[in-house]
């Protein structure tokens, strides 16, 4: 009965679409649906029982309603695709420029909530790990999904071990780059170039391949960095130790001439502790390349070098580099307060400040803080570090900041203390890289097996030329610009 008063008031609405305005029609069938609806004891909203867990929209264009459901706190962008004006309409979008509020996949990995400042990898808080776990065992975590025990740590070392030498010919591409080179892009032109090394990389639909790709990766990467670091002060290149650890061989491969680097215990730790600081990040922008250019199912390689590439810029990796530039360009702790004035006037960004996610202190941060302060010890303190501390105090204190919740983020003290350890400011997103090298391992793994994924594909919204007609040539007239 319900049903047959649905069905001939559908027909009937068919009918006199054909008299009036399309919105006028629509308004009015809205109201009488929901009516009937209502009457039917359906539910006033679409026709359909409205579910806690759901969202109502109402297009008012045509005055028809939906019902979304909500999973996870969000709806599928998909779904919208069925509110249309008309039957050859495309489908509502969502515009979302640079993802600020799209989630593009379900992930185990890494928890972030930046309100409260806290970061997981795979539940365990970074504040446990930091303390008590190796580079390596963080690295299993996030690839495996558990601490590893003794017998599964073990194999995982000796597997990294057994790859951490690069083909000969990785060296004679690097000795091709200039003196001056950028490291980072020498090392993210060599991560790329081992996919020609490597052409069963291509099979990424055999778990095992894939597997010993991610292995040859973790453990090339030093490698390939330290060689980096060498060619740029026209040292050697120091081989592999396979008895030394993972950080402590790449330190050896760094420092080492003649044989007489005696790697310094605690400057070792620091770094190893700013590794696993830096070994996850969810869905940030150099994560979002490796996925994106991965979905391609390109091979691990030429995909991780996506996100070295986007490490590179300033405004991700780049930044602990551009917060030297600045602390150098400050030059002492009296021209703080001027410096903040210019910031407050928009003319300058403080570099190690604010941040996409964290909205309260980076939990990173503030490790990294006391990291510093053991650094500095051995060390000597960084000169550098007065000007660093007298900025955050006075942006902690002024509006400008507190308003906008820029707190320092986990590059306004790293820099400091790798300038501390001897490595150059160009070299700092190297750090970054070889930290962030077992997050985007676990990322690649994680999009390649999750079957809502397909090939990344954003849309567009064309804001160009309608059609016109092709001009040949000769009859182009250049516009003149005054
Ligand atoms: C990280 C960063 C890109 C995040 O950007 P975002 O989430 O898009 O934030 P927005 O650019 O929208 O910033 C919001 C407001 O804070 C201001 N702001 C953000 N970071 C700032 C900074 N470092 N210095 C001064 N003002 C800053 C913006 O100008 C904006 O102000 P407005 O609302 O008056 O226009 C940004 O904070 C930044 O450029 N920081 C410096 C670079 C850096 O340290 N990057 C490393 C990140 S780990």
Redo the contacts with the bound molecule.
């Keep these: 009965m319900k049903s047959a008063i649905l069905f001939s008031f559908i027909i009937s609405r068919s009918s006199t679409i054909l008299l009036l305005p399309d919105v006028l029609i629509n308004a009015i069938y809205s109201f009488f649906e929901g009516l009937l609806y209502f009457a039917c004891g359906i539910d006033v909203f679409g026709g359909l029982p409205v579910s806690n867990d759901s969202l109502t929209i109402t297009d008012n264009r045509t005055g028809r309603t939906y019902e979304l459901a909500i999973n996870d706190n969000t709806i599928r962008a998909n779904d919208l695709r069925q509110i249309k004006v008309d039957a050859d309409d495309f489908g509502l979008m969502t515009y979302d420029p ?1 993802f ?1 509020s799209t989630a593009a996949c379900r992930s185990a990995i890494t928890f972030i909530d930046g309100e409260r400042g806290i970061l997981r990898y795979r539940g365990y808080p970074i504040e446990q790990l930091a303390e008590k776990s190796s580079f390596l065992e963080v690295a299993y975590l996030l690839n495996e999904g558990a601490l590893p025990d003794q017998e599964q740590f073990d194999r995982w070392t000796d597997k990294i071990k057994n790859h951490t030498y690069v083909h000969t010919n990785i060296i004679k591409f690097l000795e091709g780059f200039r003196y001056d080179a950028h490291p980072m892009g020498m090392m993210l032109s060599a991560v790329s170039a081992l996919s020609t090394f490597y052409p069963d990389a291509k099979n990424i639909k055999d778990p095992e391949n894939r597997y010993l790709q991610r292995v040859r990766l973790l453990a090339k990467a030093p490698t390939i960095a330290a060689f980096a670091f060498r060619h740029s002060r026209g040292l050697p290149f120091v081989f592999p130790d396979n008895d030394l650890d993972y950080v402590g061989n790449f330190v050896n491969m760094t420092f080492s001439i003649g044989g007489r680097h005696k790697p310094n215990p605690v400057l070792q730790r620091a770094l190893e502790v700013l590794f696993v600081l830096h070994a996850d990040h969810e869905q940030n922008c150099s994560t979002s390349a490796v996925r994106a250019v991965g979905s391609s199912h390109v091979d691990l390689f030429s995909a991780v070098s996506a996100g070295v590439a986007a490490l590179y810029g ?3 990796g780049g ?1 602990n580099e ?2 030297i530039k600045m602390l150098d360009e400050i030059g002492s702790v009296q021209n703080v307060p001027n410096f903040i004035k210019e ?1 407050k006037e ?1 003319k ?9 996610v964290y909205k309260s202190y ?1 939990p990173r941060a503030k490790l990294i803080k006391r990291i510093a302060d053991e650094v500095f010890d051995q060390t000597g303190l960084n000169p550098k570090l007065k000007i660093a501390l007298e900025l955050e105090r006075i942006a902690l204190e002024e509006d ?2 507190v308003s ?1 919740k ?1 707190y320092p ?4 003290y790293s820099g400091l203390i790798y300038q501390a350890m001897g490595y150059p400011t160009d070299y700092f997103t190297v750090l970054f890289a070889l930290g962030r090298m077992p997050g985007w391992l676990a990322q690649w793994e994680e999009m390649l097996l999750d079957d809502d994924q397909k090939i990344a594909r954003p849309r567009q919204i064309y804001t160009g030329s309608e059609e016109r007609p092709y001009v040949p040539m000769e009859k182009r007239k250049t516009s003149v610009t005054a």
Excluded: E, Q, T
């Design positions: 640079s600020m300033p405004l991700h930044a551009a917060v910031v928009g300058r960004k403080l570099m190690g400040f604010g941040h996409r980076d400008y900041f906008r820029l983020n986990v590059d306004f």
